[in-house]
C-alpha cells in the first residue's frame, strides 16, 4: 500500500490497530515537493503537470521548473490532483460520538440562551469519528454547539491533533444562534394549532430580540464602566458588539431568512446564514446584501411537496449565478465524510466544477476569515492540501493519498480502514 | 328552537304561527302502551292535516297542492282533492314544501361517549392486554358485543342540532374502536326510548382506528387491518366451534364473536379516514363477504373509478374545507398544492359521486358548525349535485342504510310522520320553519312571518283631496324605516315600533297638506296584504289598506339563485398532488439507438448498442439494429442505460405507521395493505432511477410484518403499484431496537430485552407454528363423526405467516447489525429447518461473512452509515466488498427516502472504499436486489425477456455528476427530465390562480372545516414505533358538535 510505504519513508509511521493511536502527524522536518500534479489554487485557477513545494508548513512556490532547496523530499504525484485541504462547516465533530449513547453527546448546553458555551471545550481529538472524516479530505472543521436560540461559539479545528489546544485553527469563530422557526409545522407529531405555533414563534422572535437588546445595554454599561458584575452569558455577547466574531443565523425558510436580515439592519453584525434552504428563492437579495450563506442541504430533499425534485441539488447553482459568498456543508458528524461527493452533486445539477472545489474550500475560508492563509493553494498560504489519485468530487475519483495540515503528513488510517485490513486477515488465513 | 307545549300554546292562543299538539314525555302522542299511567289519562287529538301543501313524497316525486294527513305518528293519507278530514287540525300549508325527515345514518346521539385514551405514548408503562370481562374480546378496541338500544336515552339538547338541520332520525352507536358494537336507529323525539327506537339492532359500526383503547396494539393502521382480519376469521371459527370441545379444551365463550355472527347479513358501518382506507377496508371485508358502507372523507373524487368499483355506498360528512390561510405574505411556503385544489374541488365530491351513480348519504357527523350543514348541501348543489340526489342523501338512501327503509324516509302512508316543512326549496334559498317527529311540531319560524319591509301602496287615507294614493317603504331589519312618498316627494316617519304582527309609526304630513302629525298602525292581513288605521292630527280614526308593490329583497335574492356552476382552476391528477399524472403513461414499442448499456448481467457494458424494447419487455439487444415497423426510436447518443434500481429496504408509499412494535411477534400484519399511492417519493425516488422498492415493515420487533414490493408506477393506485409476481416476504429484526434499548425507562418489560431472549423468542415462534401445522393435520385426520364432536383449529393468521417461513414459501429479510446475532439466529433457524434468505443492514457482515456464504444468505446494506448507535460502531464501508469477496450476494438499500434517490453514487462508494469493480457495483443495486426478491427472472438486468425497466442517464452511472433523464417501467416512461421541467411551471401557475382564487374569495374562502386536508404521510424509519391512533385520535373523534381540539386529543368531550 502506497501510503503505509511513504509514511515509512518518512518515518513517520505508527501502526495503530486502534484508530485513537493514529498518531498525528509530526511538524514539517524539510522542504517537500509535490510534483507532477494537477494542482487545483482555486485562486489562480487549475494548473496542469505542475509542482507544488512547501517548506516548514507553508507553501513556498506553486509552478513549474521550481527552485528545489536542499534537501527537499520530491514526491512523484503525477496524473494526480492536488487540492487545499477540505473545510467542513456546521458539523460537530469530536463533540458527539455515539447519538443513543447520551454520555457521548457534547453538543446540546442547558437552556435556550447559552452564548458563553464554546465547542473546542468539548473537542475530543480521539474521536475515531475524526480519522474516517480525514480519509476523505477534509483537514478542518467548524465544531458547532446545538441548540434551539442561542447555541454559543463555534470553533475551526483542525483535524489531526493531540489535543483541541492545539486543534485549534481559529477559536472561538462565530457566535450562532438558530432563528425561530417560521410558517407551520403540519406532520402529524404537532399537536399545536396553527394559531397555538404562530404564538410561540412570535414569542420566540420576542425573546430573541429581548436578549439582543439586554446585551447590547449590558455592553454599553461595561463600556462605560456603568456595569461592574460580570455575567458570563451577556459577556459573551459582547463580542458580537465588539466586531471581534461573526453572527451565524442558521435559517432555512425563506422568511426565517428575511427575518434575520431585518434583524440585522439595527444590529450591521458580520452575518451568515447557516442552513440557507430556501436561499435559491431570494439569491439575488442575499447578493446585494452581501450576505454569505453556508448552504447545508446539498443533498436536500425538497422541503415541500410542491417543489421540484432537485431543488436542493441546484441550489449551489443559483446562489453562484446570483453573485452570493457561498459554502457548502455536510451538516453532521460521521456523515460529514461525504462532504465532497455533495459539492459533486452540486456538479451535476449545473454548478461549474471550479466553483464547487471552491465551495468545500475558499468558500468556508473566506466565511470564517481564513483565506489568507487556508482555502487556497499560493505561494505564502499554509501547507495545508490533498492529493487525490482523481477527481476529489466523484465517488469514482476520490482516493486520498497524502494529506497535509500545516505541512505536517497525516496518516490517514482509520477505524474503518483498520477494521478492513484485520477482517482480510481472516481471509487470508482461510 | 321553540317547541311550543300545550302550556305555551295557552298563553299563545293569539299567535298566528305554530299552532301545534306537541307534548313532552310520556304524556304525549307517541305515548308507549306498557307504562302505568300516573294521574289522569291525556288523549290529545293527534289529526293533523296539511292544506294546499307541495309535497316531496320522495326524491324526484312532487306532489303540488295536496293534503297529507297524519295521525298517531304516521301519515295516515295523501289527498289530492285538497280538503281535510273532519276534526283534524289544519296546517295551511299553501306555499309550503314538504319533505320526509331526514336521516343521519352515522352519529352518536343519546349513547355515551368514548372515553379519553389514556394511552400517553412513551411516557407511561405499556399496556400489552386488555381488562377481561363478560366474555369480552381480547382487544380492548373490540367492542362488538356491545348492543347500543341497551343504553340509548333520548337527549332533547343533543337533537336540538339535528332537528334544526332537519333530522327526524339517527343510526347511532358510540363512536369507539374498531368493532364498535351495533347501532341502533332511532327517532330524535322527546320520548321514551321504548318510542324512539325504530330498529333497535341495526348494523355494526367500526373503524380502524382504536379509539380510546389504552392497550398498545394495534399502534398502525396495517395492525387495525390485521387484527380486523383475524378477528372476521375467529367469527368464522366460532361459528363452527362454539359450544365444542377442541385439542386444548373447550371452547371458550366469546361475546364479541358471538355478537358479530350475523355480520355478512346485517353489514358494516365502517368509518374510513380517507378514500386510501376506503378502498383498504372494502378489500379486507370483501375476504369475508360482509357488506360495507362507508363512512367518507370528502376525498373520494380523486379515487372515483376505485371508489365505484366497490360498490358501496357511502355517508358524507357535509362538510368541506376552510381555505388554506394565505393573508400573510408567502404564506404559501406552508400550503401544498393538494390542499388549494381540495379546497377548490372538495364542495363538488358530492356531484362527482352522483355522476358515477354512486349511493350516499348525508351525515351531521364531522361538522364542526352544525348551521353550516345547508350551506354545504346548497354549496354541493352550486357544484353540480342535483337537488333530487341530495334529497335521496338524506331520505332514501339514508334510511336504507339505517335500516329504516320500510318506515322512513318518503311520505308514504303508513310511514312515520316525520316531517320538514319548509318555506321555498330547501336546496337554493329554503328555510326550514318546522320539523315534526312522530306527529308532534317543533317549530323554529313563524308559518306566516308578519314581514312589513317592502314597498306599499297606501289607500282609505289622504291627506289632501289630491291625492289617491301613498307609497309607503319600509326597510331595515332590527330597526325599521319607514318612509311615506308621493310623486318626488317623501317624508320620513319616526317612532316606528313593531310588535307581535302590528306595525307603528307617526309621521307629520305637513308637506303633504297635512295638518300635523298622524299616527299609524297596520297588521298583516294576508300574503302581501296590511290593513289598520290612522290616528290623523285632527283625532279622526280612518281604516286604511295596503298593498305589497315590491319585494324588498327581490334584487338580492335573484342573485343567490343565478348563482353559476363553479370553473375550476386547479386539475385533477392521480395522485392528486404536485407532480401527479393526468393519465398513466401509454405502453410504448421502442427502439433505442446507440447507447452506453450497463446490462448488469455477464455481458457487462456495451458500447453503441440498441435495445429493443416490445410489450413492455427487452426484445432484443445488438448493435446497429433495424427499426421495427411501427416502433418509437430513441436516440440515446451520448447516454448510458442501466436496468431500473432495486432497493431492498425501502419505506417510502407507506400508510400510518411503518412498525406494528407493540408485540414481540406480528408476523399477520401487511405492508401490503398500506401501500399509499400518493407519496411524493415514489416520484422523486423514479427521477433518481429506481423502479422497484421492497417496502419493508420496521424492526422494532422481532418478527415485524410482511412485506411489499412495489413497482413506482407513479400514479396508479395501491394495487396497481404492487409488483406481484414478488414472492411473499417478511421483515425480521435483531439487536437494539427489538429489545427495546433506545425506547426510555418504561419500555422494560417486554420479552425479549436481550440479545439472548431475541433468539429464543424466534425459536418459540416457529416451534409454535410447527405444532400448528401439526394440529390442523391432526383435525384433518379425524373421521367425519369425530369432526363433528370436535372443535376445529382456530386460524391463526401470525402463525400461519410463520409456517410459510419455517416452509421457505416466505423469505426473510432481517434487519440485523452485530455479528453475534446474526450468528445466533442463524443457529436458530437452521434447528428449525429452513435459511434466513437476506439480511439487511447487517454492519458487520464482514465478520461473519464466511458463516453468511455457508448459511446460503444474502446481505443488503447501507452504503456508509456508523455511528449513530453503538450496534453500528463497528459498521465500515468496505463492509460490501468484504461480503461480495467471500461469496455473500450483497446488495446497497437506502432505508431513506432521500438515498432512494441516489443509490448510484451509494454503490460507487464501494468503488471509492474498496476497490469494487463498477459492474459488481451496479449489480449491487440492480440484479442482486433482484436476486434478493427472488424476482430476478423479471428485472435486474438489460437481458432479454426481462421487463423493460430502464433509467437513461446523461453521464457514467456511478459518478457523482450522473443526471437521470428518463425512467422507465415495462416499457412506459414514468419519468422524463424535460417534462418535469414543464411540468414545473405548469404547476407554479396553477398555484398561482388558486391562491389567487383563495385571495380573491376573501371571509367566504375562510368559512368551513379547519381541519379538512390530509397531509402527505410522513418520513417513515426502520425504528418509527409510536402509536399512530395516538396521533391521529383527533380525526377520528372531532365528530359532531364541539369544537376547538384540531389538534389535541378529541375524546374530552
Keep these: ?430 | 328552537m321553540r317547541k311550543t307545549t300545550v302550556q305555551s300554546l295557552l298563553l299563545a292562543g293569539s299567535s298566528l304561527f305554530a299552532f301545534s299538539v306537541a307534548a313532552t314525555g310520556a304524556a304525549g302522542v307517541g305515548q308507549d302502551q306498557t307504562t302505568p299511567v300516573q294521574g289522569l289519562h291525556h288523549h290529545n287529538p293527534s289529526l293533523v292535516a296539511f292544506t294546499n301543501a307541495t309535497l316531496v313524497t320522495e326524491p324526484g316525486t312532487q306532489i303540488e297542492n295536496a293534503t297529507l294527513v297524519i295521525e298517531n305518528g304516521k301519515i295516515r293519507s295523501i289527498e289530492r282533492n285538497n280538503r281535510a278530514p273532519a276534526g283534524a287540525r289544519v296546517v295551511d300549508a299553501t306555499g309550503y314544501t314538504i319533505y320526509p325527515g331526514f336521516i343521519d345514518p352515522f352519529s352518536n346521539y343519546g349513547v355515551e361517549q368514548p372515553a379519553r385514551s389514556t394511552n400517553r405514548g412513551r411516557s407511561a408503562p405499556p399496556v400489552y392486554s386488555n381488562q377481561r370481562e363478560g366474555g369480552n374480546a381480547a382487544n380492548a378496541a373490540i367492542h362488538a358485543q356491545r348492543d347500543w338500544y341497551e343504553t340509548f336515552k333520548p337527549d332533547a339538547s343533543a337533537a336540538k342540532s339535528y332537528l334544526q338541520q332537519g333530522f327526524t332520525t339517527v343510526q347511532s352507536a358510540r363512536l369507539d374502536g374498531i368493532f364498535r358494537g351495533r347501532a341502533t336507529t332511532v327517532s330524535l323525539a322527546d320520548t321514551l326510548p321504548n318510542t324512539a327506537i325504530y330498529q333497535a339492532q341495526t348494523r355494526h359500526f367500526g373503524s380502524f382506528d382504536k379509539g380510546s383503547s389504552p392497550q398498545q396494539y394495534p399502534s398502525s393502521l396495517m395492525g387495525s387491518i390485521a387484527l380486523v382480519r383475524q378477528t372476521l376469521a375467529d367469527v368464522a371459527w366460532y361459528q363452527e366451534a362454539a359450544g365444542k370441545v377442541a385439542s386444548n379444551g373447550q371452547v371458550e365463550f366469546n361475546a364479541a364473536l358471538a355478537a358479530l355472527q350475523n355480520l355478512q347479513s346485517t353489514g358494516m358501518i365502517f368509518h374510513a379516514s380517507n378514500e386510501q382506507n376506503l378502498l383498504r377496508a372494502q378489500q379486507l371485508f370483501q375476504e369475508f363477504s360482509v357488506p360495507v358502507t362507508f363512512v367518507g372523507s370528502g376525498y373520494e373524487y380523486v379515487r372515483l373509478d376505485d371508489v365505484k368499483a366497490t360498490g358501496a355506498k357511502l355517508i358524507l360528512p357535509m362538510t368541506f374545507p376552510a381555505a388554506p390561510a394565505l393573508d400573510e405574505q408567502f404564506a404559501e411556503l406552508d400550503v401544498s398544492l393538494a390542499h388549494l385544489r381540495h379546497w377548490e374541488r372538495a364542495p363538488g365530491n358530492p356531484a362527482a359521486l352522483a355522476q358515477a351513480n354512486i349511493d350516499f348519504a348525508f351525515t351531521l357527523n364531522g361538522v364542526d358548525k352544525p348551521q353550516e350543514f345547508w350551506t354545504n348541501v346548497r354549496t354541493a348543489v352550486t357544484h353540480g349535485l342535483s337537488k333530487d340526489r341530495a334529497l335521496a342523501a338524506l331520505t332514501t338512501t339514508a334510511a336504507e342504510i339505517a335500516g329504516v327503509a320500510d318506515q322512513s324516509g318518503k311520505i308514504a302512508s303508513g310511514f312515520r310522520a316525520d316531517l320538514v316543512v319548509s318555506r321555498g326549496d330547501l336546496f337554493s334559498d329554503g328555510e326550514i320553519v318546522s320539523v315534526w317527529t312522530q306527529g308532534q311540531e317543533h317549530s323554529f319560524k313563524p308559518m306566516h312571518p308578519v314581514d312589513f319591509k317592502g314597498t306599499w301602496t297606501l289607500t282609505g287615507f289622504v291627506p289632501n283631496a289630491e291625492m289617491q294614493e301613498f307609497t309607503v317603504k319600509v326597510n331595515g331589519n332590527s330597526r325599521l324605516q319607514v318612509e311615506l312618498s308621493h310623486g318626488e316627494q317623501s317624508v320620513r316617519a319616526s317612532r316606528v315600533a313593531q310588535d307581535d304582527d302590528q306595525l307603528r309609526f307617526t309621521v307629520n304630513l305637513e308637506a303633504f297638506g297635512g295638518q300635523g302629525v298622524y299616527r299609524f298602525a297596520l297588521r298583516h292581513l294576508a300574503l302581501g296584504r296590511l290593513g289598520g288605521s290612522v290616528q290623523t292630527a285632527d283625532n279622526q280614526v280612518m281604516t286604511v289598506t295596503a298593498e305589497r308593490t315590491e319585494e324588498a329583497n327581490s334584487a338580492a335574492r335573484e342573485n343567490g339563485e343565478t348563482a353559476a356552476k363553479p370553473e375550476y382552476v386547479s386539475q385533477l391528477t392521480f395522485p392528486n398532488i404536485a407532480f401527479g399524472q393526468a393519465a398513466l403513461p401509454q405502453q410504448q414499442n421502442l427502439h433505442i439507438r446507440n447507447a452506453t448499456v450497463w446490462t448488469a448481467d455477464d455481458q457487462g457494458v456495451l458500447e453503441n448498442t440498441d435495445i429493443i424494447v416490445r410489450n413492455g419487455l427487452i426484445h432484443r439487444i445488438g448493435q446497429n439494429l433495424s427499426t421495427p415497423r411501427g416502433y418509437d426510436v430513441i436516440d440515446a447518443t451520448g447516454l448510458h442505460i442501466t436496468p431500473g434500481i432495486i432497493d431492498e429496504h425501502s419505506h417510502i408509499a407507506i400508510a400510518q405507521g411503518v412498525n406494528e412494535g407493540t408485540e414481540a411477534i406480528t408476523a399477520e400484519v401487511r405492508i401490503g395493505d398500506v401501500v399509499n399511492p400518493d407519496d411524493i417519493h415514489i416520484y422523486r425516488s423514479l427521477a433518481g432511477g429506481t423502479t422497484i422498492a421492497h417496502l419493508l415493515h420496521g424492526s422494532a420487533n422481532p418478527i415485524g410484518g410482511q412485506g411489499q414490493a412495489i413497482k413506482l408506477r407513479w400514479g396508479a393506485n395501491a394495487e396497481g403499484l404492487k409488483f406481484k409476481e414478488t414472492p411473499p416476504t417478511i421483515k425480521m429484526a435483531l439487536g437494539e431496537n427489538v429489545k427495546q434499548s433506545n425506547w426510555g425507562e418504561h419500555y422494560t418489560v417486554r420479552y425479549p430485552q436481550t440479545r439472548m431472549g431475541v433468539a429464543k423468542i424466534i425459536q418459540d415462534g416457529f416451534q409454535q407454528a410447527r405444532e400448528y401445522a401439526e394440529q390442523h393435520r391432526a383435525y384433518e385426520r379425524l373421521s367425519r363423526a369425530e369432526k363433528r364432536r370436535t372443535a376445529p383449529p382456530r386460524r391463526d393468521y401470525r402463525m400461519e405467516t410463520l409456517l410459510q417461513i419455517l416452509e421457505s414459501e416466505r423469505h426473510t429479510h432481517v434487519h440485523s447489525y452485530v455479528a453475534s446475532e446474526v450468528l445466533a439466529l442463524m443457529d436458530v433457524v437452521e434447528q428449525q429447518g429452513f435459511r434466513i434468505h437476506t439480511f439487511t443492514h447487517i454492519l458487520e457482515g464482514y465478520k461473519v461473512a464466511k458463516e453468511i456464504a455457508e448459511h446460503g444468505a444474502r446481505a443488503s446494506s447501507f452504503a456508509d452509515w456508523w455511528a449513530f448507535k453503538i450496534e453500528a460502531f463497528d459498521a465500515i464501508p468496505q463492509n460490501a466488498c468484504l461480503m461480495m469477496e467471500q461469496g455473500v450476494h450483497t446488495s446497497i438499500n437506502s432505508d431513506s427516502n432521500d438515498l432512494q434517490r441516489r443509490l448510484n453514487t451509494e454503490a460507487a462508494k464501494s468503488v471509492r472504499y474498496c476497490g469494487m469493480s463498477e459492474n459488481d457495483a451496479l449489480k449491487m443495486i440492480t440484479l442482486h436486489p433482484a436476486e434478493q426478491l427472488e424476482i430476478a427472472e423479471y428485472v435486474g438486468s438489460i437481458t432479454v425477456g426481462k421487463h423493460a425497466d430502464l433509467v437513461f442517464w446523461n453521464h457514467h452511472p456511478l459518478s457523482a455528476y450522473a443526471q437521470v433523464q428518463q425512467t422507465w417501467i415495462e416499457g412506459r416512461k414514468y419519468f422524463d427530465r424535460e417534462r418535469d421541467q414543464q411540468l414545473r411551471a405548469e404547476l407554479a401557475a396553477e398555484r398561482t390562480a388558486l391562491i389567487q382564487k383563495v385571495l380573491g374569495a376573501g371571509e367566504e374562502a375562510q368559512r368551513g372545516h379547519r381541519n379538512g386536508y390530509r397531509e402527505q404521510q410522513p418520513t417513515w424509519h426502520c425504528e418509527d414505533h409510536y402509536d399512530v391512533w395516538n396521533d391521529w385520535y383527533h380525526e377520528e373523534h372531532a365528530h359532531g358538535h364541539s369544537h376547538g381540539h384540531q389538534h389535541g386529543f378529541g375524546g374530552a368531550h
Design chain 1, 1 to 430: 500500500m502506497k501510503l503505509k510505504s511513504f509514511l515509512f519513508s518518512l518515518g513517520l509511521v505508527a501502526f495503530a490497530s486502534q484508530a485513537h493511536n493514529v498518531v498525528p502527524g509530526a511538524p514539517q522536518a524539510g522542504p517537500i515537493l509535490l510534483q507532477g500534479g494537477t494542482v487545483h489554487t482555486v485562486t489562480q485557477g487549475r494548473l496542469e503537470n505542475a509542482d507544488l513545494l512547501f517548506v516548514d508548513g507553508k507553501i513556498v512556490a506553486v509552478g513549474q521548473n521550481l527552485e528545489l532547496p536542499a534537501g527537499t523530499t520530491v514526491i512523484d504525484v503525477s496524473g494526480q490532483q492536488v487540492y487545499p485541504g477540505l473545510i467542513a462547516l456546521d458539523t460537530t465533530l469530536g463533540i458527539i460520538e455515539i447519538p443513543a449513547i447520551r454520555a457521548t453527546v457534547d453538543t446540546n448546553e442547558v437552556g435556550n440562551f447559552t452564548p458563553e458555551v464554546m465547542a473546542h471545550h468539548a473537542f475530543n481529538s480521539d474521536s475515531e469519528i475524526i480519522p474516517t472524516i480525514r480519509y476523505n479530505g477534509v483537514t478542518h472543521a467548524q465544531v458547532v454547539p446545538q441548540g434551539p436560540l442561542v447555541r454559543g461559539q463555534s470553533s475551526l479545528m483542525k483535524l489531526d491533533s493531540w489535543n483541541w489546544r492545539d486543534a485549534i485553527e481559529v477559536s472561538p469563530n462565530g457566535m450562532h444562534v438558530t432563528w425561530p422557526r417560521v410558517g407551520l409545522n403540519n406532520s402529524p407529531w404537532e399537536r399545536r394549532s396553527p394559531e397555538q405555533q404562530r404564538q410561540a414563534q412570535q414569542e420566540q422572535r420576542e425573546q430573541l430580540k429581548t436578549l439582543f437588546e439586554t446585551a447590547k445595554v449590558y455592553h454599553q454599561a461595561r463600556e462605560s464602566g456603568a456595569q461592574q458584575r460580570v455575567d458570563q452569558r451577556w459577556e459573551a455577547m459582547r463580542s458580537l458588539f465588539k466586531g471581534e466574531q461573526k453572527l451565524f443565523v442558521h435559517a432555512d425558510d425563506r422568511r426565517q431568512i428575511e427575518q434575520v436580515l431585518a434583524f440585522n439592519e439595527a444590529y450591521g453584525f458580520e452575518l451568515v446564514i447557516v442552513g440557507g434552504r430556501d436561499s435559491w428563492m431570494i439569491a439575488d437579495q442575499l447578493a446585494a446584501a452581501d450576505i454569505p450563506v453556508i448552504f447545508g442541504a446539498a443533498y436536500g430533499l425538497p422541503a415541500r411537496v410542491d417543489e421540484a425534485y432537485d431543488t436542493a441539488f441546484s441550489t449551489p447553482k443559483v446562489l453562484a449565478a446570483a453573485g452570493v459568498d457561498f459554502a457548502i456543508a455536510y451538516p453532521g458528524f460521521w456523515d460529514v465524510r461525504n462532504l465532497a461527493f455533495a459539492a459533486g452533486n452540486a456538479v451535476a445539477y449545473g454548478l461549474d466544477y471550479d466553483q464547487a472545489v471552491a465551495a468545500v474550500t475558499y468558500g468556508p475560508a473566506k466565511i470564517l476569515g481564513v483565506e489568507d492563509r487556508l482555502g487556497s493553494l499560493e505561494a505564502g498560504k499554509q501547507a495545508t492540501l490533498i492529493v487525490s489519485k482523481g477527481d476529489v468530487l466523484d465517488h469514482l475519483g476520490q482516493d486520498i493519498q497524502y494529506m497535509f495540515i500545516d505541512g505536517r503528513l497525516v496518516d490517514l488510517s482509520n477505524r474503518h480502514w483498520q477494521l478492513y485490513q484485520k477482517y482480510q486477515e481472516r481471509i487470508n488465513a482461510e
